[in-house]
Structure formats: structure tokens, C-alpha cells
């Protein structure tokens, strides 16, 4: 199977910055797009960023300009840096993945991490 685990988040203040990581695992053929959403209290998931492989990334209007999502092929990650933070970016934070599995015969299959917390606050 497929494990995305997520590590980075925390309390940040205002203006703050934080960077998330997330490690895609296991039986992996192919990795179509990885990216990040995130959930806030009484809100929808919404994205972030994502990034499919060969293509730009694709960004959320709120997080242009501020948040910068990278992706490292060889090694199966995929990371959120967050500059110049506020309170409406309190949210958990879901890594995501679209992948093709081997132990499936290159199924196509959508993973999501555990969630890591982001808070902002003074």
C-alpha cells in the first residue's frame, strides 16, 4: 500500500512563516500530482497548491504570492513553504497524492495524509 506522512505545521504568528513536508511511501509505479489542502473549523477542504508531474504548479488564489509549493521526484516529496502567514490560514493541512499503485496492476488512486494542524495566532 501507500502511506503519505506529513511532518512541519505548528504555531506561527502573524506575518510568520511556516514549511510543511510530506513523504509519499510504499508501492509506488508512478506519481501523477502531489499537493496540499487544507480544511478549516465549519469549512470545506479546499486546495492549496498541486503540482502534476511536467506541469506548473497550480495555486489557490489566497496562497499566490505568498506560499510556494515544491515537489522532489526522486525522492517522493512534496513541500509547502508559507511566508507572510494570518489567522485565515488556520486550518489542518492534508497532503495529497494521485497515484498509480503496483500492487494493483497501476490502479490509479488518490491518498491523503493524516492532516497536520496550522495555527496563527498572536
Known amino acids: 500500500q501507500v502511506q503519505l506522512v506529513e511532518s512541519g505545521g505548528g504555531l506561527a504568528q502573524p506575518g510568520g512563516s511556516l514549511r510543511l513536508s510530506c513523504l509519499a511511501s510504499?508501492?509506488?509505479?508512478?506519481?501523477?500530482?502531489m499537493g496540499w489542502y487544507r480544511q478549516a473549523p465549519g469549512k470545506e477542504r479546499e486546495l492549496v497548491a498541486k503540482?502534476?508531474?511536467?506541469?506548473?504548479?497550480d495555486y489557490a488564489d489566497f496562497a499566490k504570492g505568498r506560499f510556494t509549493i515544491s515537489r522532489d521526484n526522486a525522492k517522493n516529496t512534496v513541500d509547502l513553504q508559507m511566508n507572510n502567514l494570518n489567522p485565515e490560514d488556520t486550518a489542518v493541512y492534508y497532503c495529497?497524492?494521485?497515484?498509480?499503485?503496483?500492487?494493483?496492476?497501476?490502479?490509479?488512486?488518490?491518498?491523503w495524509g493524516q492532516g497536520t494542524q496550522v495555527t496563527v495566532s498572536s
Open positions: 510504499g508501492s509506488i509505479g508512478r506519481i501523477n500530482a
Open positions: 503540482i502534476a508531474t511536467g506541469s506548473s504548479p
Open positions: 495529497y497524492g494521485d497515484l498509480l499503485v503496483i500492487e494493483t496492476g497501476l490502479a490509479r488512486y488518490e491518498y
